[in-house]
């Protein structure tokens, strides 16, 4: 079956509320067995949430709009993640709102060329010098809690999104959460980058997960993958692969971890390129997860300094495992965001490097990381911003920021760190911005013997 929404007499001025009529498509497509709900090319369709299901395809034809409501009252309750979910899925520390929302939507696809916009703009409070100041509704919770996510599709088997634009996401552009066999194909998410939270894809413990020729330019992370505190029922994240992405963020392009209570393993990114980056690679154990089992390969990685009010520094590459809280002093948020995360078994291979901090490798002692290795890595280091060095390690309770130079190769406290083939090419009219080439500190088994360097100028 395939129901174009013009059929229902939707309206495309940019104002009228679509969403009974998006709605009354998805559910008739829905009841007929499956097929497709077309948004057609030519003005905008503004609509409140909606939930896409079973068997549907929403397909965004090249040219259509599907905007999203910058009215709270029109994320309807029977949207709620809690409600919808009965109660599975009930996060204290995120949002429960979402524009395009879906609960065990097997075989579901959201398609085309066209542009799905979570109309970010209308979100912002007060406009920033580096960082905007967002807004929940009158009388509700911090905005962090209230913005909705763009997409969130929850326990989704055989879930695919390819091809669309997302556009200006108020929060997390594209949350999956337990979500099984998800291809996601040739999708841009493009966002203001001052916009705080504005992930691209956030892959929360789902298994079986292709990533590939998708375009980001994202405020915060552009790929995260997580295992969220309240979703441990889906299991762990397992089997992701990432590839052919091109990536810009005001923060990290690809983070593994952060949120990371249970274990994310078996991950291989290849053939991406990241550009003007707060940081490229991350892999960042908190919360009592451990991180394994994963290649990040034949990648271009450009990284720069951003302003404070963004994680990061510059780092091309990160590797680090603390507590996010400092346990003496506990938590407001989850407990586990007291314990500290493991490292297992990271491989960086065949990547250049341009970036204004090196390569880190901290943990808050030995025996959370064991078993790095940087395979043919070229490091350039070379100043590019106007901002101080410094070192952030954030989330991190105990010691958050470290206020000193750059070394290009950073190895505390960790175990089995292996350097092969690897080369550091100094920038000769930023050098002594610098400090050392490299740096270690309460570390076992480092290995540097494959490590070059040398300068130009």
Not at 154 to 164: A, Q, S
Not at 181 to 194: A, F, H, Q, V, Y
Not at 297 to 303: A, D
């Amino acid at each position: 079956m395939r129901l174009s929404i013009d059929a229902l007499k939707a309206i495309n001025d940019g104002l009228f509320n679509n969403a009974a009529i998006i709605q009354g498509a998805i559910d008739s497509v829905h009841e007929a067995g499956g097929g497709q709900v077309v948004i057609p090319s030519g003005g905008i369709y503004l609509s409140g949430s909606i939930q896409l299901k079973e068997n549907v395809d929403l397909h965004l034809e090249s040219g259509a709009v599907l905007r999203a409501s910058s009215d709270y009252a029109d994320y309807t309750d029977n949207h709620n993640i809690k409600k919808l979910t009965s109660g599975s899925v009930a996060e204290f520390v995120l949002p429960q709102r979402a524009f395009i929302v879906a609960f065990k939507a097997h075989n579901a696809r959201i398609s085309g060329h066209g542009t799905i916009d979570g109309n970010a703009d209308e979100f912002i409070a007060e406009r920033g010098r580096y960082i905007h100041k967002m807004r929940g509704p009158v009388g509700g919770k911090d905005q962090y809690l209230e913005r909705p996510f763009t997409i969130f599709m929850i326990e989704c088997k055989n879930l695919t999104i390819r091809d669309v634009t997302v556009k200006d996401p108020a929060f997390w552009a594209l949350r999956t959460t337990g979500c099984n066999e998800l291809l996601i194909d040739g999708i841009r998410i493009l966002t203001d980058l001052m916009v705080p939270n504005a992930d691209g894809v956030d892959i929360d413990r789902c298994q079986n997960v292709r990533i590939v020729n998708c375009e980001f330019v994202t405020a915060d992370d552009c790929i995260s993958l997580k295992s969220c505190a309240q979703t441990a029922q889906y299991g762990d994240v397992a089997n992701v692969i990432i590839s052919n992405c091109i990536m810009t963020s005001t923060s990290g392009a690809i983070t593994l971890g952060t949120e990371s209570v249970g274990d994310i393993k078996n991950v291989l990114v290849n053939n991406c390129i990241v550009k003007d980056s707060h940081r490229g690679f991350a892999v960042r154990a908190r919360e009592g997860g451990t991180i394994s089992n994963v290649r990040f390969s034949n990648s271009l990685v450009h990284t720069r300094t951003f302003s404070d009010m963004w994680w990061g520094h510059g780092e091309a590459l990160h590797v680090t495992a603390f507590s996010w809280d400092d346990p003496q002093k506990g938590t407001d948020g989850n407990i586990e965001r007291t314990f500290e995360g493991f490292v297992r078994d990271i491989t960086f291979e065949n990547i250049t490097c341009r970036t204004e901090a090196g390569v880190l490798n901290y943990a808050a002692h030995t025996g959370l990381i064991k078993g790095v290795t940087y395979r043919n890595v070229d490091v350039f280091m070379d100043k590019q911003s106007k901002w101080d060095s410094r070192i952030d390690l954030r989330p991190n309770g105990i010691e958050s920021v470290l206020h000193r130079k750059h070394n290009a190769f950073e190895i505390f406290n960790t175990t089995d760190v292996v350097l092969d083939k690897c080369r550091v090419v100094w920038d000769a009219k930023s050098r002594d911005q610098y400090a050392d080439l490299v740096v270690e500190s309460g570390s076992k088994n480092t290995n540097t013997s494959g490590l070059t360097e040398i300068v130009r100028g």
